[in-house]
């Protein structure tokens, strides 16, 4: 028994440590161990619950927007709030976009690079390639000009004595095989990829004041005054700005990254065997409709063991099935609680206890949430079997369609089974972008159509209560179900937790020693060279993991993480 460890994962956002066991080239055990503590809980007791999404907010550099959104609808949740239907369609354009940045990204610059190798592509036919790209889409970049300059700039990378941006990587490894020409143009996607997702920062800048960290949120709504005739709030002509921007990702969705994602399940296809891990699913609806959060653009619920059968919807974001099946426990995390087992988080804990890393023991930072006592995949494979699940039109349009031409690619039947695996999360991701890239468009019209109406609203004053109240917010966010959980007494924030997608994908082993999504995904999986342990980079990354959202910083013997001064 061989035991690797890899600390950190990189191409992630955050500090996460995988150990597993290795016998006869595969995986026996695992081990998924968060190495950062997240104290923003214990930073917002005591605050105004209208201040708390600028302060979740930076929780991550990353998954800034998805927790402004959620705990706003947290706290509205608490007092019953309604919100303005404009604020409603301006959240939506701002989440989606959002989405879809994080997808475009995560494909091609965090996790493309475990299937495609650099160094074989300065090998490839420059011309050859963009024949192949050609016969695949009518991409306008798909071009000889632009496979020859890739092919040129990847060539001065290496003369020049490193590789830049490519230094690090497995290349070589026997696991990779895609020809010279496929890697080529899996290289001419990941340098056009760079340019086209901030064509979805530009939309959230635009609505949001900035990216990252947005700034137009607020309890109520939003804080984007809307008017026909001033250049100094929202304007129509800012508006059509948002459309080029949407335009232009529906174009490098439908041609590029959906064809890419369905060449590397074709080529990879024996990878539809390894990665299932816990195959209980859980997603929330999202892309709210209506001023009260009662109907959504697209459906989300829970499957049991992987049987679409057993779908059970969550219809609203007070609905009961989800309040009260949600839980975490920490026997396995670097926490206490006063009375042990698991804990509803509006009465959840947040008091640290750190004994090193012990394999039976406590190993992780991240909490272990589960759903009626169970562990549950979040993310966008969940996302879409829920939706297929709930026989959601898009949903079903894409996955047929992507299953098809992997099929067609593959030389061999491909059926929905495959999904529950490593590359099927990736097919999933692509899946749940070309639905919200429709989405983004759809929004945008509702908002354009209901400012025809001469509706201008876009804030509700919140009026908090005497006395406690209580409130949950959810947002099916690019990696997951993401909630945020409020206790509110006499108008000031007497418990908050945040249970995020990595806490649930990336968690320790739960009270009853069940491994978590990450944990068991990868038992079984090959391994090649444990000196070079690519396969579990392979499944981990198809996770996209923040463990910056699930866990932060902290110095025990300073009581301080870093020091600033302005000069």
């Known amino acids: 028994m061989t035991r690797v460890t890899?600390?950190?994962?990189?191409?992630?956002?955050?500090?996460?440590?995988?150990?597993?066991d290795v016998d006869g080239g595969r995986v026996k055990k695992a081990w998924s161990s968060g190495q950062m503590w997240r104290g923003v809980e214990l930073i917002l007791l005591g605050r105004d619950p209208r201040d708390a999404w600028a302060i979740t907010q930076?929780?991550?550099?990353?998954?800034?927007?998805?927790?402004?959104?959620?705990?706003?609808?947290?706290?509205?949740?608490?007092?019953?709030m309604e919100v303005p239907l404009n604020a409603q369609y301006i959240r939506n354009i701002i989440i989606l976009a959002h989405s879809i940045h994080d997808f475009i990204v995560h494909f091609y610059h965090l996790s493309a690079l475990d299937w495609v190798d650099v160094t074989s592509a300065l090998?490839?036919?420059?011309?050859?390639?963009?024949?192949?790209?050609?016969?695949?889409?009518?991409?306008?970049?798909?071009n000889k000009h632009e496979?020859?300059?890739?092919?040129?700039?990847?060539?001065?990378?290496?003369?020049?004595?490193?590789?830049?941006?490519?230094?690090?990587?497995?290349?070589?490894?026997?696991?990779?095989?895609l020809s010279p020409e496929v890697n080529l143009l899996a290289v001419a996607h990941y340098l056009q990829a760079l340019e086209v997702q901030r064509h979805a920062n530009k939309i959230v800048s635009i609505l949001g004041g900035k990216s990252p960290h947005i700034q137009n949120v607020a309890v109520g709504g939003v804080a984007n005054p809307l008017a026909t005739d001033s250049q100094a709030v929202l304007t129509v002509e800012r508006l059509l700005a948002v459309k080029e921007h949407i335009d232009a990702l529906n174009d490098f969705i439908k041609n590029v990254y959906m064809v890419d994602?369905?060449?590397?399940?074709?080529?990879?296809?024996?990878?539809?065997?390894?990665?299932?891990?816990?195959?209980?699913?859980?997603?929330?609806?999202?892309?709210?409709?209506?001023?009260?959060g009662t109907k959504f653009a697209f459906p989300g619920g829970y499957i049991a063991n992987k049987d679409l059968g057993s779908y059970k919807a969550i219809k609203t974001f007070g609905d009961e099935f989800w309040t009260k099946g949600v839980e975490e426990g920490v026997k396995h995390s670097w926490y206490d609680y006063n009375k042990g087992g698991p804990l509803h988080p509006f009465k959840g804990e947040t008091k640290p206890n750190y004994t090193d890393f012990k394999d039976d023991g406590k190993y992780s930072w991240l909490k272990s949430p589960t759903?009626?006592?169970?562990?549950?995949?979040?993310?966008?494979?969940?996302r879409v079997l829920n939706m297929l699940a709930a026989d959601y039109a898009p949903a079903k349009k894409y996955a047929t369609g992507t299953l098809d031409l992997v099929s067609t690619l593959a030389?061999?039947?491909?059926?929905?089974?495959?999904?529950?695996?490593?590359?099927?999360?990736?097919?999933?991701?692509?899946?749940?972008?070309?639905?919200?890239?429709?989405?983004?468009?759809?929004?945008?019209?509702?908002?354009?159509?209901?400012?025809?109406?001469?509706?201008?609203a876009t804030f509700n004053k919140p009026v908090f209560p005497k006395g406690e109240v209580m409130g949950v917010g959810f947002h099916e966010a690019p990696r997951g179900a993401l909630s945020h959980w409020v206790v509110i007494d006499d108008g000031k924030i007497k418990n908050y937790q945040c249970v995020v997608p990595s806490t649930w994908n990336a968690c320790p082993r739960n009270d009853k020693d069940e491994p978590g999504p990450y944990e068991a995904s990868l038992l079984d999986n090959p391994i090649a060279d444990p000196e070079k342990p690519l396969e579990v980079l392979r499944t981990i990354h198809s996770f996209?993991?923040?463990?910056?959202?699930?866990i932060h910083l902290t110095d025990k013997e300073n009581d301080t993480a870093v020091t600033v001064k302005a000069v």
């Open 411 to 456: 030389h061999t039947k491909v059926g929905l089974d495959a999904m529950h695996s490593t590359i099927g999360r990736h097919a999933a991701r692509m899946i749940s972008c070309a639905i919200n890239v429709d989405l983004l468009g759809d929004q945008w019209n509702l908002l354009m159509g209901n400012i025809a109406k001469g509706d201008m």
């Open 147 to 177: 496979m020859r300059k890739t092919h040129e700039r990847l060539k001065n990378f290496v003369n020049g004595g490193q590789l830049g941006i490519f230094t690090n990587g497995y290349w070589g490894h026997p696991a990779m095989k």
């Open 261 to 292: 994602v369905a060449a590397v399940g074709a080529f990879y296809a024996d990878w539809t065997k390894y990665g299932a891990g816990v195959t209980n699913y859980l997603s929330v609806p999202d892309i709210p409709l209506d001023t009260k």
């Open 58 to 80: 930076r929780i991550c550099g990353v998954c800034t927007t998805v927790h402004a959104v959620t705990s706003v609808r947290a706290v509205e949740n608490a007092l019953q």
């Open 544 to 550: 996209d993991p923040c463990i910056a959202c699930a």
């Open 371 to 382: 759903f009626y006592g169970k562990p549950a995949q979040v993310g966008p494979l969940a």
């Open 6 to 20: 890899i600390d950190p994962i990189t191409r992630i956002e955050g500090h996460l440590r995988i150990d597993v």
């Open 123 to 142: 090998k490839a036919d420059p011309d050859k390639t963009a024949s192949l790209a050609e016969s695949l889409s009518n991409w306008s970049l798909n």
